[in-house]
Every structure is written in C-alpha cells, then in structure tokens.
C-alpha cells in the first residue's frame, strides 16, 4: 500500500453530487479528492429533468450557457386517461420564472455529467482520480478519518486521511454502511421499463411531459433533446425489459407518439429496468462524515427531483463546510445540514409519491380519482398554481434558518433571483457569500459592517420584483446564505446588518486568506 495521502475534504462518488460539491468547494478555496470507481461518465441517461432552483445551482457552478445548450426547456405538463384523452394540461411559460431560468429542463445525463467533469478540470482545488474502488472508510488519529482504496487498473492499494468525508456514492452507499446508517423504505416500489429513442423525425407531439395514468400500464413520454425522447412504462408482473428490446416489440407500447413516424426513422438507444423506490436514510451524518445524493435519499422519478436532490444536498452543505475549515463559521453549522435538507427531502419524496399514485392506483379509489379530481385541477387556480409552480417547501429551522411561526414569512424560502433593469441576475450581483438585500439603503456605518462580515449589501428598486418579494412577505429586509435561502427578515437594515454578527465567527483579512 501507498504510504497515506492526505486532504481537507474527500468526496467518495463523482456523479453529479459528488462533482457539485468538489466544484463548490473550490470556489470557496478548500482542496479535494473524488474517488470514483468508473474511468470516465457513467454512460446510462437515467435523470433527464431539472428545475429553476437546480438550474440556479447550475449557474452557480459556471456552466450555465453550456448546459442551457444541451437541455431544452418542457413547455408543461399533460395528464393523461387509459385511452389517451387529456385530463388536464398545466402549460408553462419558460421566460416566466422567479429563478432567472426555465422552472422545467430536460436534458441527457452523460452530456450533463460531461459538462461537470470538464468544469471542474479548471479548478487545480478540485482532483478527481477515477477507475478506484473504495474499500474501506475508518476512523484514524486526530479526528480523521483513512480512506482506503484500489486502483482497478493495477489492483495497487492506497490510502488517504480526510477531516471530512462526503459520501456521494449512491444507493448501494459504502460510507452510509460504515457510518452505521439504514435506509427507511417509505413504502414505495415499482419496476418501470425506461426506454431512449433518436430519431430526426418530427412525431408531432406536445412539447410538454405527457404522463399517462393508467393503472394497468402508467407510463411518461418527454422530449429530452433536439432528436432523443424517453419512454417509461410501468412493468406488469413477470415482464423484464428483455420483452421489449427491440422496436417491434416496443411499437404497442410507444404507437400512440410515433404512429405518424415509420419504425425505420427511429434509433433504439437504450431498453432498461428500473426500480423506483422512496427511501430516506435514518441518519446522514456520523461525526466528520456526511451523506449526500442517493446516498442519503431515493426519490420516485414522478416530479424530476432525485439528482436535483443531491445538488441541493451539495449546495447545502459546501458554504457551511467552507465556513466552518476557513474559521468563519462554527462547527455546530455543520448540524443544520441534515436538519434543513432531511425534512426537504422528506416533503419532495411524499410529492412524488402522491403525483405516483395519481398514476398508478387501481381501484375504486383510482378510478375515482382520474374520473373526478383530476380533470379539474386545472380549473382550481390555487392546486393549478401549485402543479405549474416549481418552487419547493421551505428548508426546516434551524440555527441559519430563523422561521417566524406566522404564515406568509420568507426564511427558509429562496430569494428571487430577479433580473435586473440591466440584465444582470441577482446571483451574478452578490456573489458567493453572505448578503442582505433591503428597500432601504442602509448608512455608510451599516454597509461597512456588512462588508466587515464578507456580506453584500444590494438595494432593491422600490418598483422591482425583489422589492414586491419583501413586500409580500411583509420585511424590509432579508439576509440571504450563500445558498441563496434566505437565513432571517426583519423591518429595519441596521438589525439585519447587527444580527448577521451572530452568525458568523468574526475573523481578520489573516485567518481568511488560510484557507486550504
């Protein structure tokens, strides 16, 4: 065995999780290692849709234009009878959205996974070794904990020593075995045929995700791309994906988008199984390592959210973790983590499990449900607003989330990210850090105590989106995280400038340029 390497962070999966995370990190100027057991992308598509609020986090990474030029926005949402009739249809408008991108995104998992890969290649912070298996995570002296793997290629053995550990690695998690976690089955399970076309063809369809409830065979249709389209169908038992792997075999099932388009004009890319579960891990987090992903939480693919959820998972955890290794945060900001995205995570799952069931149950029940309320969802503009709205509850209290017990409050919820009279967003205008937006300009003494605590300070035009959000959540002021969730309001700036003190572990210009 190699003699044993060492690293602030040590991030064990490098799908879209693990690299968000690396990639966050950098930002912030702590160093990491990814292990990965594959050489290179994962080369299956298995998620093809993110929101506005995912697509933030996107941009936040620096490839927003490059992933908006592989993903197209879907224009809504049909639901759809046994015999195809519309139920009812939530159109979206793309160029509508508080988060400054498209609130639905289809895209190809690998071209995404690609973009990732190659972002983080430009951050020297961030080092990615793949084609390692991980074989054993253990506690060491001082703290950390030694991080054991195996190069695939020529089977040698080396070792690592981490102050912290991510633990991006999926369902089947190592570092949730060795952390002596347990997934919960929340009650969901469903075998489910995924099917990728190509074709140049136009099949004429709807550019919206058609979900078809059916009890006898629920099923999905989207357009992913400019030539590729996903098919999902739920399995019957004793069927495999091996019944359907060809395109003839395939035709009863996909007829009702392709009958205008010969079966000579579509390209079969893939026919695979999958299992859709709904399981949350009992507990995320032992001492220095963490859960992240699929590791911690399996999400029913119903409403778009699993991948999504890790990236948020990262994106909750890399400010706090940066915070906390640079000195500006205390470590008991690294027990907010689990108490603001577990509850999340719950909230999303049971979502997709109602929008599952709406699918898929038979019965009276189901029946009854297809028959008589669907159809009129549509017709209700509070449940309307809530289908075609992709915002998503507000994160759990906790110490950085300050939630006032009256309705109509803001924290916990994410700050617009209005656009402004000049074009810019939000995001590009207050950085990585702390912030605090107000309708009221604060005193020269007030900016520079914000400036002291690493914080900007934006002044919302009084007739401006981002003034209507304080307005309607009734504050004068909000003091945003770097994960764009807003951590408290309050009426006056000056309170807000002196509360954010709390938050943070006062440092010198010293101790901030120490980090590693």
């Keep these: 065995m190699s ?19 690396a990639t966050l990190l950098a930002q912030y100027g702590v160093r ?9 992308v994962y080369p299956q598509p298995r998620a093809v849709h993110l929101d506005d609020e995912v697509f933030r986090i996107v941009h ?29 249809e939530f159109d979206r408008d793309p160029a509508s959205a508080p988060h400054g991108f498209p609130q639905a995104n289809m895209f190809d998992q690998p071209e995404f996974e ?30 950390r904990t030694r991080i054991t793997y195996t190069d695939r290629a020529d089977g040698s053995e080396h070792a690592v020593e981490a102050d912290y550990v991510l633990g991006c690695d999926g369902a089947n998690s190592l570092v949730r075995a060795r952390i002596g976690s347990t997934m919960r089955d929340l009650r969901f399970e469903q075998r489910w045929l995924v099917v990728d076309v190509a074709t140049t063809a136009d099949l004429g369809q709807w550019a919206g995700v058609h ?18 389209y996903r098919w999902e169908f739920r399995l019957r038992p004793g069927e ?4 359907f792997d060809t395109l003839a075999a395939l035709a009863p099932l996909i007829a009702p988008w392709t009958a ?63 915070g906390v290794i640079d000195g500006t945060l205390a470590p008991s900001a690294l027990d907010t983590y689990e108490q603001e995205r577990k509850p999340h995570a719950r909230k999303m799952i049971g979502i997709a499990l109602m929008v599952g069931r709406a699918m898929t149950s038979g019965g009276r029940f189901g029946n009854m449900l297809r028959r008589n309320v669907i159809p009129q969802i549509h017709r209700l503009p509070g449940l309307r607003e809530r289908v075609i709205n992709s915002r998503t509850p507000p994160l759990h209290r906790s110490t950085l989330i300050h939630r006032a017990r009256l309705p109509g409050r803001l924290s916990g919820t994410m700050c617009p990210n209005a656009v402004d009279a000049a074009g810019r967003r939000l995001d590009d205008l207050l950085g990585n850090g702390f912030a605090i937006v107000t309708t009221q300009a604060p ?18 035009a009084w007739e401006s989106e981002l003034a209507d959000w304080l307005r309607n959540g009734r504050a004068g002021a909000a003091i945003i995280r770097p994960d764009r969730a807003v951590l408290r309001t309050g009426r006056d700036v000056a309170e807000l400038v002196r509360l954010l003190g709390r938050y943070l572990v006062a440092v010198d210009e010293n101790q901030r340029a120490g980090v590693q």
């Design 443 to 460: 005193n020269m003494k007030d900016r520079k105590a914000a400036e002291h605590y690493g914080a900007a300070v934006h002044v919302a």
């Design 3 to 21: 003699c044993c390497d060492s690293a602030p962070v040590v991030i064990v999966g490098a799908g879209p999780t693990g690299i968000t995370a």
């Design 240 to 243: 495999s994906a091996d019944d």
């Design 211 to 228: 979900q078809l409830c059916d009890p006898h065979r629920a099923g999905t249709f989207m357009q992913i791309g400019d030539v590729r």
């Design 114 to 143: 690609a973009l990732l890969r190659t972002n983080l290649a430009r951050h020297p912070l961030a080092t990615l070794r793949g084609n390692v298996e991980v074989t054993d995570i253990a506690g060491s002296t001082a703290g």
């Design 32 to 40: 990491s290692l990814v292990l990965d057991r594959y050489a290179d």
């Design 260 to 322: 205008a388009t010969s079966i000579d004009e579509l390209e079969l890319i893939r026919v695979t199984e999958y299992t859709f579960r709904a399981q949350l891990a009992d507990h995320w987090r032992r001492a220095n390592i963490f859960l992240l992903g699929d590791a911690a939480h399996l999400t029913p693919p119903f409403v778009g959210q699993g991948m999504g959820a890790g990236l948020r998972d990262a994106m909750n955890l890399a400010w706090k973790l940066a």
């Design 60 to 88: 936040r990474l620096g490839i927003a234009q490059e992933f908006a030029a592989i993903s197209r926005p879907a224009l809504g949402l049909r639901l759809l009878s046994p015999d195809l009739r519309v139920l009812a």
